[in-house]
């Protein structure tokens, strides 16, 4: 066969053939003019996700339908899991949100491919003929690594905004480059953008910032191309208030699970806001990239360790703050400034040898011990005791055994009761 299937997908094909013929198609025949392997399996027919469902009955494949409005499913079997869609025509909304307002079920193929993004992603494979169907000469725009929309460039991203974004990703990964009127026609369309979720563009930028690593023929830089196109289009805008274009420098020092943190230290040093976590709120927030809460305090606190880092607060202070952080962002300060980096993880490793508490309930006594031990201590001073007791462990004053700890708590009742305190 030309294109190498597993025996379990032909026998699929052969199981609806009697009602329609079965396509691979997008990705995986793409990557076989490549010559890159790629697992993701992508199918298409006529047949509906409900007759699918229907005609696979009583056999070794299942029908997980996705979304049935889409014409969308999952086909499971053993192993292997393969996407599967309806031949069908759009209608998209004016406002570019990836997201169609109508769909209409067909049985032709060339309405099909109308729907599809870029050339290179067009082609169909017919499984039994063992044929090729290339609506739009993908293969002659794969031989010269070009990028190229169908239809026309107006057609591909008035009707989805996100194309935009899989374009500077297809071109990163695939080291291909631009057809000039698919360029210039995404670059003044860049505001089908702003309606797209914080969730999607978030999705496509990490891909993009890791796109060196996708596939054997991507440039492991592939992802500077990815972020100069950022600049030059404008889609920064679209993302991160107030800023056009992002001075990168840490970025490009990062390595690929860091990047994404980088680019938002560089973001701050572009934008230099008054406060960095009330403006990270708002791109990080529920009307930009759409964090969780939780993700939002965490990702905001990194970046925060990094700064103060850089400004040099106290070691006491700063892993009282930013423990959990500074394992995150230290290749990065390494990067910026060795000598900072030099302080504070000396201290940490410090810190991680000897098991130094960086919280009060780390250390090995409570509330309820100083109650039964001192039953005559006011429960009022219960707080400021074990702050104390805290900073005395963390200075290596006194060890963290509960024995130690309550003998230290009487150390300080007779000190504060002391003339010399009062």
Avoid at 18 to 41: M, Q, T, W
Avoid at 260 to 287: H, M, Q, R, S
Wanted: hydrophobic letters at 35%; one cysteine or more; charged letters at 30%.
């Amino acid at each position: 066969m030309k294109i190498k299937i597993s025996e379990n997908l032909f026998n699929f094909a052969k199981l609806l053939s009697k009602k329609a013929e079965l396509y691979l198609v997008g990705g995986y025949v793409r990557n076989y003019f490549l010559g890159v392997l790629n697992s993701d399996i992508d199918l298409t027919s006529k047949l509906t996700v409900e007759a699918l469902e229907k005609l696979t009955q009583g056999t070794q494949y299942k029908v997980q339908f996705k979304n049935k409005e889409l014409g969308t499913a999952l086909i499971l079997t053993e192993n292997e899991v393969w996407e599967y869609s309806t031949f069908r025509k759009e209608v998209y909304p004016p406002n570019g949100s990836h997201t169609p307002v109508k769909v209409t079920f067909i049985s032709d193929l060339l309405q099909d491919a109308k729907r599809r993004d870029f050339t290179a992603n067009a082609i169909y494979y017919n499984i039994l003929k063992d044929e090729i169907v290339d609506v739009y000469s993908g293969t002659l725009d794969i031989k010269k690594k070009k990028l190229k929309a169908v239809e026309t460039p107006d057609y591909v991203f008035e009707n989805d905004g996100l194309r935009i974004l899989r374009m500077v990703r297809l071109s990163c990964e695939l080291n291909f480059k631009l057809e000039r009127e698919t360029y210039l026609k995404a670059k003044q369309m860049v505001y089908r953008l702003k309606d797209i979720s914080g969730t999607r563009k978030y999705e496509e930028l990490v891909k993009i910032l890791n796109s060196g690593t996708r596939y054997s023929i991507s440039n492991k830089n592939a992802f500077k191309k990815g972020l100069k196109m950022f600049n030059a289009m404008g889609i920064w805008s679209t993302y991160f208030p107030s800023v056009a274009k992002i001075n990168y420098k840490t970025v490009l020092k990062a390595q690929p699970d860091k990047r994404f943190i980088a680019l938002l230290i560089d973001l701050i040093n572009t934008v230099n806001p008054d406060c960095i976590a009330y403006y990270l709120e708002f791109a990080l927030g529920k009307d930009g990239l759409n964090f969780s809460k939780a993700d939002q305090k965490e990702t905001i606190q990194s970046i925060n360790a990094y700064f103060d880092a850089l400004n040099g607060i106290s070691n006491k202070k700063y892993f009282f703050n930013y423990y959990n952080q500074f394992e995150i962002i230290s290749d990065l300060l390494a990067k910026t400034s060795k000598n900072k980096f030099k302080k504070y993880n000396f201290y940490f490793k410090y810190i991680n040898k000897f098991k130094i508490p960086i919280q009060i309930k780390d250390i090995k006594v409570s509330a309820q011990d100083i109650k039964e031990a001192y039953p005559q201590i006011p429960a009022k001073k219960y707080k400021q005791i074990l702050e104390e007791l805290f900073n005395r462990v963390f200075d290596a004053k006194v060890k963290n055994e509960k024995e130690e700890l309550l003998k230290e708590v009487k150390n300080l009742i007779d000190f504060w009761n002391s003339d010399d305190y009062n």
